[in-house]
C-alpha cells in the first residue's frame, strides 16, 4: 500500500500491522498526534497501526470487530484515527484512513465474511463516507440512532482494496 | 481526548470522514437494537449475492491467506502449491478430472501434485495464471515453491549431503 507525501507527490510504501503492548505506551505518551480516542480503552481488542515501511512511527491506527456469527458476518470497524499532523489541511501524508478501512475490508474478504465491513458514522459525515470511500447508508428505524449504519461489501470493498492497496 | 465540538471546529466534515471513525454507542440496548438492523440488510444482500460474486469472494478470500503467507516468516507445511491448487479447484466447483481437461494436463499429474507425490512442472503454474485470467499470477505460485524449497534445504540437509560426492574441490576458507 502506498501513502502520498503531499508536498513532493512522491510515493511511500506503508504497512499495516498489529499493535503491541509497547506501542499502547507510545500511543499513551504520545498523546498530541493521537487525542481524539481514548486508545487505551481498546488494548484488549484488535487494534491495528499504520506505518511507513521503513519508519515506526505510527501514522494511523484502527479498532476491528470481527462478528462471526452467520447473521451478521461482517467486520466492524469500531474506531479508526489518523495521527494529527496528517489529517486536515495541512496534512504530511495522504491515503492513511482509505489504505486503514481498505484493510479492514481485506481482512472481511480474508476471514470469509464476502467484504462486509460496517462503522457507525456521525450524522454530519454520513454524506462524505459515501463520497470518499463509497460506504452505503443504512438508516436504522429506531429513534435512539437516527445516525444508522454505513456499509461497504462486495464490488465496493474491492475497489478500495485495489485502489488502497494494489497500487 | 477531544470532544466532537472541539474536533468540529478544527476540521470540516469532509476532513474528519477521510480519517476518523467515532465509537458507535456504548449502551447495550442501543447496541443490540442497531445490530439486529444490520442483520437485516446483512440477510438481505447474502440473498442475492449471485454465484459468481460468491465465487470472486472465495478466490479473493484464498488469495488473500495466500499472499499473508507468502509473507509471513513462518513456514506451515499444510500450505504446500497441492494444498492452495487443491484450494483454487474446490472454490470453483470443479473436479479435479474437469479441472484437468480445462488447463491439458495429465488428471494423474494434476493429483500427484496435489497431494505432493510429485513437483510441479513450470507449464502448470503458467497455465494456473492464464486459467485464473492473471488474478493468481504465475509468480504468486512460484514464489510458493521458493518457499518450500528453502524450507527444505533449511532443514534437509541430506539434500546436499548427497551431493558431496561429486564435489572434488573446495574452498579451504570460510568467512
Redesign the interface.
Known amino acids: 500500500m502506498l501513502l502520498k507525501d503531499t508536498a513532493t507527490g512522491n510515493k511511500l510504501e506503508a504497512v499495516v500491522e498489529p499493535v503491541t503492548s509497547k506501542d499502547f505506551k507510545i500511543i499513551k505518551k504520545d498523546n498530541a498526534r493521537f487525542d481524539k480516542f481514548d486508545w487505551n480503552r481498546y488494548e484488549r481488542q484488535e487494534v491495528y497501526k499504520l506505518r511507513l515501511k521503513n519508519d515506526e512511527t505510527i501514522l494511523g491506527l484502527t479498532c476491528l470487530t470481527e462478528h462471526t456469527d452467520e447473521a451478521t458476518n461482517a467486520i466492524e470497524i469500531e474506531l479508526l484515527e489518523v495521527s494529527t499532523e496528517n489529517i486536515g489541511e495541512k496534512k504530511k501524508l495522504d491515503n492513511i484512513g482509505g489504505c486503514l478501512i481498505a484493510f479492514a475490508c481485506r481482512e472481511a474478504f480474508k476471514r470469509g465474511h464476502d467484504g462486509c465491513v460496517f462503522l457507525t458514522p456521525k450524522t454530519s459525515l454520513i454524506a462524505h463516507y459515501s463520497a470518499k470511500y463509497g460506504f452505503h447508508h443504512i438508516a436504522l428505524k429506531t429513534t435512539q440512532r437516527p445516525e444508522g449504519l454505513m456499509v461497504l461489501y462486495g464490488n465496493g470493498s474491492r475497489k478500495l482494496i485495489k485502489k488502497y492497496l494494489e497500487q | ?2 470532544s ?1 465540538k472541539d ?2 471546529k ?2 470540516t ?13 456504548q ?1 447495550p440496548k ?1 447496541r443490540e ?3 439486529a ?3 437485516k ?3 438481505k ?2 440473498s442475492v ?1 449471485s454465484e459468481k ?2 465465487t ?2 472465495q478466490l ?2 484464498l488469495k ?2 495466500m499472499e ?1 503467507y507468502l509473507n509471513a516468516d513462518t513456514f506451515n507445511e499444510d500450505f504446500h502449491f497441492g494444498y492452495f491448487l487443491k484450494e483454487y479447484i474446490r472454490r470453483l466447483e470443479k473436479k479435479n478430472k474437469e479441472f484437468a481437461h480445462e488447463i491439458d494436463i495429465d488428471p494423474t499429474e494434476l493429483s500427484q501434485v496435489i497431494n505432493k507425490h510429485r513437483k510441479p512442472a513450470e507449464k502448470l503454474v503458467f497455465r494456473l495464471e492464464i486459467h485464473s485470467n492473471k488474478n493468481f499470477p504465475a509468480i504468486m505460485w512460484f514464489r510458493l515453491l521458493e518457499k518450500e524449497r528453502m524450507y527444505e534445504v533449511l532443514h534437509d540437509r541430506d539434500l546436499i549431503n548427497s551431493e558431496r560426492k561429486y564435489v572434488t574441490q573446495k574452498l579451504e576458507f570460510s568467512f
Request: proline share 5%; net charge negative.
Open positions: 481526548m477531544k466532537l474536533i468540529e478544527k476540521y466534515p469532509e476532513e474528519m470522514a477521510e480519517g476518523l471513525v467515532f465509537p458507535g454507542t449502551n442501543e437494537t442497531a445490530l438492523e444490520f442483520r440488510f446483512r440477510k444482500i447474502a449475492q460474486s460468491k470472486i469472494s479473493l478470500q488473500f491467506l499473508d
